[in-house]
Nanobody, 116 residues
Framework: QLHLVESGGGLVQAGGSLRLSCVAS????????MGWYRRAPGKQRELVAEITSSGDSYYLESVKGRFTISADNARNTWYLQMNSLKPEDTAVYHC??????????WGQGTQVTVSA
């Protein structure tokens, strides 16, 4: 069982920044994908950013240029740097890891609230 723990959420004013971290309970081969999803109240879950198994980065169109995903494989940790935050970024953010179409684990979520 892979356990993932997020941290770094909080309350921030619009235009501010937050850095989310996700720590995995054990080493994971780097050929697996890692990413961040979010779910806002009343909305469907959406993929925000992902590092694919080939090392490419994907970003949700609305966060391009503002969010950056990165990883420290030696620490089994990946990050989501969020800059120029907007109220519409308010959501619970979950980290995840997958091997192809198989989910290896999900974090419990961290709340990000952006005030206008």
């Amino acid at each position: 069982q892979l356990h993932l723990v997020e941290s770094g959420g909080g309350l921030v004013q619009a235009g501010g920044s937050l850095r989310l971290s996700c720590v995995a309970s054990r080493h994971i081969p780097t050929i697996t994908a890692m990413g961040w999803y979010r779910r806002a109240p009343g909305k469907q879950r959406e993929l925000v950013a992902e590092i694919t198994s080939s090392g490419d980065s994907y970003y949700l169109e609305s966060v391009k240029g503002r969010f950056t995903i990165s990883a420290d494989n030696a620490r089994n940790t990946w990050y989501l740097q969020m800059n120029s935050l907007k109220p519409e970024d308010t959501a619970v953010y979950h980290c995840m890891r997958r091997d192809g179409l198989v989910d290896l684990g999900w974090g419990q979520g961290t709340q990000v609230t952006v005030s206008a």
